[in-house]
C-alpha cells in the first residue's frame, strides 16, 4: 500500500499476524470510510480481535501494512494512540468503584481537571441512563450497565476513531438495544467506528459496510445489499387462505422453482428460495411460482419478495454459521489474549 488515503479511517493490505503456527490474521485488506460504523463480521476466532489490536497498536503486525487516518500503525503508532479508543469484549473499569469514580479516574489520567473530569462524568451518565446508578459500586451493575459506562469510558475524550469489539455479547435484547443506540450517537458525533461481531443482525442494524471474516481472511465485503445480492438467492413469502392446501403448495412450488421450500410456524405460510435475488428476474420466478399455485387450485391470500438474510449470506459464503466453530478456530481466540 504505497499510497494511502486520508479520506479513509483504516486502511490495509495484506495484514498478518501470526501466533506459533496459527495465522490468526491472513492477508487482511480493508478501506473504511471516515464517519461511518464498518462491520467485522464473523465468529469467534476469526481472526477479529487480533485485527483491531493491530489497528489500535496493541500488537505489532507481522506482515503488510495499516494506516489510520493515514499515520502508520507501526511507525506512527503516538499519533494513531491519539486518535483511537478502544472498548474491547469485557469492562475495563474497575468494579470497585463507582460509576461517577471510575469517569473521574480516567478523565484525570487524560488530563482533564478535577471539575473538568467530574462535570464530563455527569454528562456521559446522564446521556447513557446511569445516572441513578452513578454512586454504585460497577461491580453490582447489571451486564448492559457495565457495557454502557464502558463505553463511556472509551469517550471522555472525543475519539476520531472507536474500535467496539463485541460490544453486546452476553447481553439480553433490551441491553444490546440501548448500546445499539449509544453507537448510533456516537456515530452523529462524527466518530467513526469499527465494529466487530458475530451477531448479524447486529452487523445489519449497525454497519453501513461489511467485511464478512473468516479463518483470519476478509472473504467478503460490501453494502448489506451488496453481500445479499452477491449469494444469488431471494424468496418469494407466501400466505394461503387455506391451510389444508399448504402441503400441495410446498409440492408445486418445489417442481416450479426447484428450490428448498421453507414452512413457516403460521400454518398458511411458507417461504420458496429463489434462484435470483433482487430485480426482474426475481419477480419473473415469483410469478411463474404464483401462476402454477392458481393453475392448480391454490389460493394465494398474499405474497412478497425478499433478499436474503445476513444469516444466509454468511452461510452460502462459509459453509457454517457464525456460531459453528472449530476447535483450532476456538483455540484461536485464546491465543490471541495471551498473546495481547
Not at 493491530?54 to 501494512?65: F, H, K, N, Y
Not at 486518535?83 to 473499569?93: D, E
Not at 479516574?105 to 464530563?120: E, Y
Not at 455479547?169 to 448510533?184: A, E, F, H, K, Y
Request: net charge negative; proline share 4%; glycine share 10%.
Amino acid at each position: 500500500m504505497s499510497q494511502h488515503t486520508p479520506a479513509l479511517a483504516i486502511e490495509t493490505a495484506g495484514l498478518v499476524k501470526t501466533f506459533g503456527e496459527t495465522r490468526a490474521v491472513d492477508g487482511v485488506d480493508l478501506a473504511v470510510p471516515a464517519g461511518t460504523v464498518y462491520g467485522v463480521l464473523g465468529p469467534n476466532g476469526a481472526g477479529k480481535t487480533t485485527t483491531v489490536k493491530m489497528l489500535a497498536t496493541l500488537l505489532r503486525p507481522d506482515g503488510g501494512e495499516a494506516h489510520v487516518f493515514g499515520h502508520d500503525v507501526v511507525r506512527e503508532a503516538d499519533e494513531v494512540r491519539g486518535r483511537v479508543s478502544l472498548t474491547g469484549q469485557y469492562a475495563s473499569v474497575d468494579e470497585d468503584l463507582t460509576g461517577t469514580e471510575n469517569l473521574v479516574l480516567l478523565g484525570r489520567l487524560l488530563g482533564h481537571s478535577k471539575q473538568a473530569a467530574r462535570r464530563r462524568s455527569e454528562q456521559l451518565l446522564e446521556a447513557f441512563g446511569l445516572s441513578e446508578a452513578a454512586a454504585k459500586q460497577v461491580k453490582h451493575y447489571s451486564g448492559g450497565m457495565r457495557r454502557r459506562i464502558d463505553i463511556a469510558a472509551s469517550i471522555l475524550n472525543t475519539p476520531d476513531l472507536l474500535f467496539l469489539d463485541e460490544p453486546t455479547t452476553g447481553l439480553d435484547p433490551r441491553s444490546r438495544n440501548q448500546v445499539w443506540d449509544i453507537v448510533r450517537a456516537v456515530v452523529a458525533q462524527g466518530t467513526t467506528v469499527l465494529l466487530t461481531t458475530q451477531y448479524l443482525d447486529e452487523a445489519d442494524q449497525l454497519a453501513s459496510r461489511i467485511a464478512v471474516i473468516d479463518h483470519g481472511k476478509v472473504i467478503a465485503e460490501g453494502t448489506k445489499g451488496e453481500l445479499k445480492a452477491s449469494v444469488g438467492a431471494g424468496s418469494v413469502h407466501l400466505r394461503l387462505r387455506d391451510p389444508g392446501q399448504r402441503p400441495d403448495a410446498e409440492r408445486v412450488l418445489r417442481a416450479t422453482l426447484d428450490a428448498d421450500v421453507q414452512l413457516e410456524p403460521d400454518p398458511v405460510a411458507l417461504t420458496a428460495r429463489l434462484s435470483s435475488a433482487t430485480g426482474d428476474s426475481a419477480a419473473e420466478e415469483a410469478s411463474r411460482a404464483l401462476a402454477e399455485l392458481a393453475r392448480t387450485g391454490i389460493t394465494v391470500d398474499n405474497f412478497s419478495l425478499g433478499q436474503p438474510s445476513l444469516d444466509e449470506v454468511f452461510l452460502a459464503l462459509t459453509g457454517h454459521d457464525t456460531g459453528q466453530d472449530s476447535g483450532q478456530d476456538l483455540g484461536r481466540d485464546s491465543k490471541d489474549e495471551v498473546a495481547a
